[in-house]
């Protein structure tokens, strides 16, 4: 069965399957997004999801710190104060544009399957997918790479003005001496209070008397701190190593997951060319597989770029991006995986050509998603995430996402390290044809095995003008992430949106399947009544992206929190 036949004869089971799978529910009414927080700053710029972390990275970058630097400590910090996602037992990617040499650096610290993994181990007795095992149970703990990723980004492209201690002593002292609770900590805890409370080792550090920390409680977390003085102290080996990485994998084990202490020796963080692609005179800087989120953006982009999106009706410009997020998402069920295990067609998927032949199938009317079958691109080679985007003084910038993937993980702290642990092994496609826990739709290329990274859609991206970072950016959102990128992008570019008015606006997000546009409150309804006669399906939902970005003005940085995180924070000076 060629590869188009799978998709048609899969599409009727992928309806019902992604409609019990998906977490996103549909609602009737949501709160209004809150505007951006925006703030204006000359020397350097942080803009985080928690504002202590924020603060920290500003203060690196004050202390003579590079960007990279400041990223790796607000990295550190939000293991502490974020911990629904900013983490160390979790993974991710960094992007870092070095202005002095004019080079960019993808870091890949995606978090790896245990050499025990199967393509079978998330199956259950009769062969279908078994979200319990995926999402809910301790095989779903991927070895971590946060500690890995973030050393190694200090090691080679840190100012060397700042040590990796001197890096992570803020978040030592946060965890050993403790803060208030308040802001998106306190709104989560409650929400995730089934998850930690399956754990004694995290409901003694998250709940109290059983219930979860209320805003104005004191979290501590002395074994968290430990650890983290462990890493300063010696290095990455000290969390990959000896008696930590021990207990890691002791806690997996009893909880009947699979990680092994050779797992957590062996693991690497890895450096892979950046993906580039070219928007209207702006050049795409992006994250690489195993990210999908950087092919599909410039896929994306490339379908939109041969329409003047501004000059359309706002309701027929928003058709047209709907209908290349179908395309691109498509794409991405068939093709995408690990890198160093599948041979992908990344330079056809980003071409030109490509989305010209993308483009020519979307009309005035909704294309059915049952009628969109991946595309046959010719060249091959070998929301519970968060993110934030720094710029430094001499234009070094970073744009970094990682996770846990769902809020605060399997939610299972390894007793003795205070490290949460993730279920990201819930991204790679349990079996051909099936969706995850965010709907998201994979084949062959994405299933699970030893040693492999599941595909992600984390999206870190810096948009250069003249070799110069313009626009940094990301998002936390699972299956959103790609298509929140994608239009703060085009609502600078193409709308010319100030950054903070790019960030508030509100997303639509349409990820093939299910065959249903999510939208966010604040769209007029006349304008989703005309979407819907065009035969978009709309389906109301909560934000659930955060796109913090700064963009580089001729006044200076501009930095935009999100508030569809309550505690988002742009900090400067």
Known sequence: MNRFARISAFALALLLTVAAYAQVAPVTRAPAIAPAQAILAHNGMVVAQESRAARI???????GGNAVDAAVAVGFALAVTYPRAGNIGGGGFMLIHLAKENRDIAIDYRETAPSAATETMFLDAKGEPDPAKSRNSALSIGVPGTVAG????????????????ELIQPSIDLASKGFAVKDDLADSLPRAHDRLARWRSSAEIFLNGGRPLREGDRLIQFDLADTLRAIAQNGPNAFYQGPIAARIADAVVKAGGIVSKDDLASYRAVERPVVRGNYRGYDIVAMPPPSSGGVHLIEMLNMLEGTDLAKLPREQALHVEIEAMKRAYADRAMFMGDPDAVSMPVAGLISKKYAESLRAGIGERATPSADIRAGKPDEYEGRNTTH???IDRDGNAVSNTYTLNFSYGVGLVAEGTGVLLNNELDDFTAKPGAANAYGLVGFTANLPGPGKRPLSSMSPTIVLKDGKPFLVTGSPGGSRIISAVLQVIVNVIDFRMAVDKAVS?????????????LAEPDFPPDLLDALARRGHSIVPTEPHTSANSIMVTKDGYVGAADRRTRGALAAGY
């Open 388 to 390: 934030f985007s720094v």
């Open 150 to 165: 973030l050393a190694l980004a200090q090691r080679k492209y840190g100012s060397g003005k700042l040590t990796l201690a």
């Open 57 to 63: 990275g500003v203060e690196m970058l004050d202390r």
């Open 505 to 517: 606006a509100p997303r639509l997000h349409h990820q093939w399947q299910p065959d249903q546009v």
